[in-house]
């Protein structure tokens, strides 16, 4: 019997995950993350580092280990919260605090554009908001369910 949802036992339990981001500077990345995302800095060494905020973890590879433009989902408390705190530090807000059936999700890019998607609990009594794609495209959700390219915008 095959399939992906096939139970069986194991014997090896996971511990958690550390996402890996290519950075072109540890030190530069190492300040922005500290200074203006509020990470501490746990370890450096070699080209290498790992900061942390709660008890998410994330590595910060040189050069190395991945491809820039990386992302990552990061659950947390208050994203409405997070997001004045961003502002007022001068961090890059790609997308604000916008409300989905799964989070209030808002993104943020680091120096290398890699993006950290920060989200909290949704708000069932708010509608479901416009979704920003990899390449900055809007997206809205349709009555049918589906996500639409939103067209382009005249300003």
Known sequence: MSGTNQQREVTVS?????????????SASIDYYARVL??????EGGGFASVSRGSFHLFLSEG???HPGAWAWIGV???EALHQEYLAAGARVRHPPTNYAWACEMQVEDLDGNVLRLGSDPDP????GEW???HGQAWERSSDGDWKRVA????
Do not use: C, H, I, K
Request: net charge negative; hydrophobic share 35%.
């Open 64 to 66: 190395d280990q991945g």
């Open 77 to 79: 408390s208050d994203a």
């Open 125 to 128: 009594n708010r509608p479901v």
């Open 152 to 155: 382009a915008r005249q300003e």
């Open 14 to 26: 996971f511990e958690g995950g550390n996402p890996v981001f290519r950075v072109e500077s540890v």
């Open 38 to 43: 509020g990470f501490n800095l746990d370890w």
């Open 132 to 134: 920003l794609d990899m």
